[in-house]
Protein backbone atom coordinates (compact mmCIF):
# COMPACT_ATOMS: atom_id res chain seq x y z
CA UNK A 1 0.00 0.00 0.00
CA UNK A 2 3.00 2.35 1.30
CA UNK A 3 4.73 1.92 -2.77
CA UNK A 4 1.10 2.73 -4.22
CA UNK A 5 0.66 5.65 -2.38
CA UNK A 6 4.41 6.60 -3.61
CA UNK A 7 3.48 6.20 -6.97
CA UNK A 8 0.07 7.64 -6.43
CA UNK A 9 1.73 11.28 -5.19
CA UNK A 10 4.25 11.12 -8.15
CA UNK A 11 1.95 10.75 -10.70
CA UNK A 12 -0.57 13.42 -8.97
CA UNK A 13 1.77 16.12 -7.90
CA UNK A 14 4.85 16.82 -9.80
CA UNK A 15 7.00 20.23 -9.74
CA UNK A 16 7.48 19.74 -13.69
CA UNK A 17 10.83 21.52 -13.07
CA UNK A 18 12.50 22.32 -16.62
CA UNK A 19 15.76 22.19 -14.84
CA UNK A 20 15.66 18.75 -13.66
CA UNK A 21 18.35 16.83 -15.00
CA UNK A 22 17.05 14.14 -17.83
CA UNK A 23 18.33 11.32 -15.27
CA UNK A 24 15.96 12.15 -12.22
CA UNK A 25 12.31 11.89 -11.60
CA UNK A 26 10.77 15.53 -10.83
CA UNK A 27 10.47 15.38 -6.82
CA UNK A 28 6.79 15.83 -5.77
CA UNK A 29 5.83 19.65 -4.75
CA UNK A 30 3.17 19.96 -2.32
CA UNK A 31 2.08 23.45 -4.51
CA UNK A 32 -1.12 23.09 -6.17
CA UNK A 33 -1.32 23.52 -10.00
CA UNK A 34 -3.39 25.99 -11.39
CA UNK A 35 -5.19 24.37 -14.42
CA UNK A 36 -6.69 26.64 -17.49
CA UNK A 37 -9.69 27.30 -16.29
CA UNK A 38 -7.82 28.67 -13.23
CA UNK A 39 -8.89 26.08 -10.68
CA UNK A 40 -6.33 24.52 -8.42
CA UNK A 41 -6.17 20.86 -8.58
CA UNK A 42 -3.13 18.46 -8.86
CA UNK A 43 -1.23 17.85 -11.81
CA UNK A 44 -0.70 14.63 -13.44
CA UNK A 45 2.58 13.30 -15.09
CA UNK A 46 3.33 9.61 -15.87
CA UNK A 47 5.61 10.16 -18.81
CA UNK A 48 8.96 10.01 -16.54
CA UNK A 49 7.41 7.47 -13.77
CA UNK A 50 6.74 5.19 -16.85
CA UNK A 51 9.84 5.56 -19.13
CA UNK A 52 11.97 4.83 -16.08
CA UNK A 53 9.64 1.79 -15.22
CA UNK A 54 10.14 0.79 -19.13
CA UNK A 55 13.84 1.20 -18.78
CA UNK A 56 14.26 -0.67 -15.11
CA UNK A 57 12.50 -3.64 -17.32
CA UNK A 58 15.09 -3.12 -20.29
CA UNK A 59 17.89 -3.37 -18.03
CA UNK A 60 16.73 -6.28 -16.13
CA UNK A 61 16.08 -8.54 -18.47
CA UNK A 62 19.25 -7.63 -20.06
CA UNK A 63 20.98 -8.54 -17.35
CA UNK A 64 18.95 -11.93 -17.39
CA UNK A 65 19.93 -12.48 -20.72
CA UNK A 66 23.96 -11.79 -20.11
CA UNK A 67 23.61 -14.89 -17.62
CA UNK A 68 22.84 -17.23 -20.49
CA UNK A 69 25.31 -16.39 -21.88
CA UNK A 70 27.95 -16.23 -19.40
CA UNK A 71 27.06 -19.81 -18.43
CA UNK A 72 26.41 -20.76 -21.71
CA UNK A 73 23.18 -22.64 -20.75
CA UNK A 74 21.64 -24.83 -23.42
CA UNK A 75 18.83 -27.17 -23.72
CA UNK A 76 17.51 -28.63 -20.44
CA UNK A 77 19.65 -25.95 -18.32
CA UNK A 78 18.70 -23.10 -20.03
CA UNK A 79 14.98 -24.11 -19.69
CA UNK A 80 15.32 -24.37 -16.70
CA UNK A 81 16.83 -20.89 -15.98
CA UNK A 82 14.21 -19.64 -18.61
CA UNK A 83 11.45 -20.79 -16.62
CA UNK A 84 12.19 -19.59 -13.30
CA UNK A 85 13.05 -16.55 -14.77
CA UNK A 86 9.57 -16.11 -16.20
CA UNK A 87 7.87 -17.19 -13.39
CA UNK A 88 9.20 -14.88 -11.30
CA UNK A 89 8.72 -12.08 -13.74
CA UNK A 90 5.12 -12.48 -14.24
CA UNK A 91 4.58 -12.41 -10.46
CA UNK A 92 6.45 -9.64 -9.92
CA UNK A 93 5.06 -7.60 -13.19
CA UNK A 94 1.59 -8.38 -11.17
CA UNK A 95 2.60 -6.51 -8.29
CA UNK A 96 4.14 -4.05 -10.00
CA UNK A 97 0.91 -3.30 -11.56
CA UNK A 98 -1.03 -3.11 -8.92
CA UNK A 99 1.51 -0.31 -7.55
CA UNK A 100 0.63 1.41 -10.37
CA UNK A 101 -2.98 1.40 -11.23
CA UNK A 102 -3.46 4.94 -10.68
CA UNK A 103 -0.90 5.76 -13.56
CA UNK A 104 -2.59 2.84 -15.86
CA UNK A 105 -6.03 4.39 -14.89
CA UNK A 106 -5.51 7.71 -16.16
CA UNK A 107 -1.81 8.63 -17.93
CA UNK A 108 -2.05 5.17 -19.69
CA UNK A 109 -5.33 5.46 -20.59
CA UNK A 110 -5.57 8.79 -21.83
CA UNK A 111 -2.23 8.16 -24.12
CA UNK A 112 -4.44 5.24 -25.33
CA UNK A 113 -7.37 7.12 -25.99
CA UNK A 114 -5.06 9.46 -27.70
CA UNK A 115 -4.38 6.79 -30.14
CA UNK A 116 -0.72 6.02 -28.40
CA UNK A 117 -0.67 2.31 -28.81
CA UNK A 118 2.53 2.24 -28.01
CA UNK A 119 2.07 2.61 -24.21
CA UNK A 120 0.50 -0.28 -22.26
CA UNK A 121 -1.20 -0.78 -19.01
CA UNK A 122 2.28 -1.80 -16.45
CA UNK A 123 1.34 -5.51 -16.89
CA UNK A 124 1.16 -5.30 -20.28
CA UNK A 125 4.69 -3.46 -20.79
CA UNK A 126 6.20 -5.96 -18.73
CA UNK A 127 5.06 -8.59 -21.27
CA UNK A 128 6.05 -6.69 -24.27
CA UNK A 129 9.22 -6.08 -22.74
CA UNK A 130 10.00 -9.77 -21.99
CA UNK A 131 9.11 -10.48 -25.99
CA UNK A 132 11.36 -8.14 -27.50
CA UNK A 133 14.29 -8.36 -24.73
CA UNK A 134 14.25 -12.48 -23.83
CA UNK A 135 11.88 -14.31 -26.06
CA UNK A 136 12.80 -12.98 -29.32
CA UNK A 137 16.55 -13.33 -28.89
CA UNK A 138 16.21 -16.74 -27.92
CA UNK A 139 13.36 -17.62 -29.17
CA UNK A 140 15.28 -20.40 -31.61
CA UNK A 141 17.13 -22.09 -28.08
CA UNK A 142 14.00 -21.90 -26.24
CA UNK A 143 12.01 -23.88 -28.71
CA UNK A 144 14.92 -26.19 -29.65
CA UNK A 145 15.05 -26.91 -25.78
CA UNK A 146 11.09 -27.88 -25.48
CA UNK A 147 11.37 -30.02 -28.58
CA UNK A 148 14.48 -31.91 -27.52
CA UNK A 149 12.45 -32.91 -24.20
CA UNK A 150 9.13 -33.78 -25.92
CA UNK A 151 11.56 -35.98 -28.16
CA UNK A 152 13.13 -37.90 -24.92
CA UNK A 153 9.56 -38.13 -23.76
CA UNK A 154 8.22 -40.09 -26.91
CA UNK A 155 11.36 -42.12 -26.77
CA UNK A 156 10.42 -43.39 -22.93
CA UNK A 157 13.03 -41.38 -21.22
CA UNK A 158 11.20 -39.31 -17.82
CA UNK A 159 11.54 -35.79 -18.67
CA UNK A 160 10.58 -32.35 -16.51
CA UNK A 161 7.28 -31.67 -18.24
CA UNK A 162 6.73 -28.90 -15.98
CA UNK A 163 9.49 -27.09 -17.69
CA UNK A 164 7.78 -27.35 -20.83
CA UNK A 165 4.14 -26.72 -19.71
CA UNK A 166 6.01 -23.33 -18.29
CA UNK A 167 8.02 -22.51 -21.18
CA UNK A 168 4.75 -22.62 -23.76
CA UNK A 169 2.82 -20.68 -21.15
CA UNK A 170 5.08 -17.97 -21.61
CA UNK A 171 5.17 -18.36 -25.25
CA UNK A 172 0.38 -18.22 -24.84
CA UNK A 173 0.76 -15.14 -22.66
CA UNK A 174 2.69 -12.84 -24.40
CA UNK A 175 -0.20 -12.63 -26.56
CA UNK A 176 -1.37 -9.50 -25.09
CA UNK A 177 -5.27 -9.04 -23.68
CA UNK A 178 -6.36 -5.88 -25.54
CA UNK A 179 -5.06 -8.03 -28.83
CA UNK A 180 -7.74 -9.46 -31.41
CA UNK A 181 -8.54 -12.89 -30.60
CA UNK A 182 -7.47 -14.13 -33.65
CA UNK A 183 -4.09 -12.77 -32.79
CA UNK A 184 -3.70 -13.34 -29.29
CA UNK A 185 -2.02 -17.02 -29.99
CA UNK A 186 0.36 -15.75 -32.92
CA UNK A 187 3.20 -15.65 -30.59
CA UNK A 188 2.90 -19.50 -29.44
CA UNK A 189 2.08 -20.92 -32.77
CA UNK A 190 5.20 -18.86 -34.68
CA UNK A 191 7.78 -19.82 -31.76
CA UNK A 192 6.24 -23.29 -30.53
CA UNK A 193 3.18 -24.88 -32.41
CA UNK A 194 4.57 -24.60 -36.40
CA UNK A 195 7.76 -26.13 -35.29
CA UNK A 196 6.16 -28.66 -32.98
CA UNK A 197 3.75 -30.06 -36.11
CA UNK A 198 7.12 -30.25 -38.34
CA UNK A 199 8.98 -32.33 -35.86
CA UNK A 200 5.90 -34.24 -35.05
CA UNK A 201 5.83 -35.02 -38.59
CA UNK A 202 9.45 -35.87 -39.27
CA UNK A 203 9.39 -37.98 -36.37
CA UNK A 204 6.52 -40.42 -36.75
CA UNK A 205 7.37 -40.41 -40.82
CA UNK A 206 10.95 -42.00 -39.99
CA UNK A 207 9.57 -44.31 -36.71
CA UNK A 208 6.38 -45.81 -38.87
CA UNK A 209 8.62 -46.93 -41.84
CA UNK A 210 11.25 -47.84 -39.88
CA UNK A 211 8.34 -50.03 -37.45
CA UNK A 212 6.57 -51.24 -40.79
CA UNK A 213 9.99 -52.61 -42.06
CA UNK A 214 10.75 -54.40 -39.08
CA UNK A 215 7.54 -56.08 -38.18
CA UNK A 216 4.07 -56.97 -39.51
CA UNK A 217 1.06 -54.62 -40.14
CA UNK A 218 -1.26 -55.86 -37.15
CA UNK A 219 1.51 -55.06 -35.06
CA UNK A 220 1.65 -51.90 -36.61
CA UNK A 221 -1.46 -51.02 -35.80
CA UNK A 222 -1.42 -51.44 -32.27
CA UNK A 223 1.77 -49.01 -32.15
CA UNK A 224 0.08 -46.37 -33.93
CA UNK A 225 -3.03 -46.63 -31.86
CA UNK A 226 -0.73 -46.62 -28.63
CA UNK A 227 1.15 -43.03 -30.35
CA UNK A 228 -2.10 -41.37 -30.83
CA UNK A 229 -3.44 -42.06 -26.98
CA UNK A 230 -0.35 -40.76 -26.02
CA UNK A 231 -0.67 -37.49 -28.36
CA UNK A 232 -3.76 -37.25 -26.68
CA UNK A 233 -2.16 -37.54 -23.60
CA UNK A 234 0.58 -34.87 -24.17
CA UNK A 235 -2.05 -32.37 -25.39
CA UNK A 236 -4.03 -32.48 -22.43
CA UNK A 237 -0.45 -32.32 -20.56
CA UNK A 238 1.35 -28.86 -21.44
CA UNK A 239 -0.07 -28.01 -24.83
CA UNK A 240 -2.13 -24.97 -25.66
CA UNK A 241 -5.40 -26.72 -26.66
CA UNK A 242 -5.37 -24.77 -29.77
CA UNK A 243 -3.19 -27.58 -31.21
CA UNK A 244 -5.24 -30.19 -30.43
CA UNK A 245 -7.11 -30.70 -33.58
CA UNK A 246 -3.61 -29.93 -35.74
CA UNK A 247 -2.12 -32.39 -33.71
CA UNK A 248 -4.53 -35.13 -34.31
CA UNK A 249 -4.87 -34.59 -37.88
CA UNK A 250 -1.24 -34.79 -38.23
CA UNK A 251 -0.52 -37.90 -36.25
CA UNK A 252 -3.27 -39.71 -38.33
CA UNK A 253 -2.20 -38.37 -41.62
CA UNK A 254 1.86 -39.54 -40.58
CA UNK A 255 0.81 -42.55 -38.78
CA UNK A 256 -2.40 -44.06 -41.33
CA UNK A 257 -2.99 -42.27 -44.25
CA UNK A 258 0.51 -42.42 -45.33
CA UNK A 259 0.30 -45.92 -44.97
CA UNK A 260 -2.99 -47.10 -46.60
CA UNK A 261 -1.74 -48.72 -49.81
CA UNK A 262 0.17 -51.29 -47.25
CA UNK A 263 -2.79 -51.68 -45.22
CA UNK A 264 -4.93 -52.67 -48.33
CA UNK A 265 -2.01 -54.74 -49.47
CA UNK A 266 -2.83 -57.09 -46.19
CA UNK A 267 -6.67 -56.51 -45.68
CA UNK A 268 -7.88 -59.67 -46.89
CA UNK A 269 -5.11 -60.95 -44.26
CA UNK A 270 -6.05 -58.61 -41.41
CA UNK A 271 -9.79 -59.27 -42.13
CA UNK A 272 -9.17 -63.64 -41.50
CA UNK A 273 -7.78 -62.49 -38.13
CA UNK A 274 -10.52 -61.45 -35.51
CA UNK A 275 -7.83 -60.55 -32.89
CA UNK A 276 -6.65 -57.75 -35.48
CA UNK A 277 -10.29 -56.07 -36.12
CA UNK A 278 -9.96 -54.04 -33.33
CA UNK A 279 -6.94 -52.33 -33.88
CA UNK A 280 -7.71 -52.49 -37.72
CA UNK A 281 -10.96 -50.53 -36.75
CA UNK A 282 -9.56 -48.07 -34.08
CA UNK A 283 -7.33 -46.63 -36.22
CA UNK A 284 -8.47 -46.52 -39.53
Known amino acids: ?41 ARFIGHELYKKIKDY ?15 DLQDELLL ?12 SSKVLNGICQYLNRHWVKRKREEGNKKIFEICDLALVQWK ?19 EKERNGEVVNTGLIKTAIESFVQLGLKGSAPEHRLEVYSKNFATHFLAETNSYYTAESM ?11 LKKAEKRLQEEQERCAKYLHESTKSDLEHKCVQVLVEHHLHIFYAEFQNLLDNDKNEGALSSVV
Open 1 to 41: MQLYSCAYDYCANVSGDPNAKANEIPKPTKKPIKSANGKQG
Open 57 to 71: LEAYLHGCRTKIIEK
Open 80 to 91: DFYTKQWSDFRF
Open 132 to 150: EHMLTPLSNQVTRAILKLI
Open 210 to 220: LFLQENPVPEY
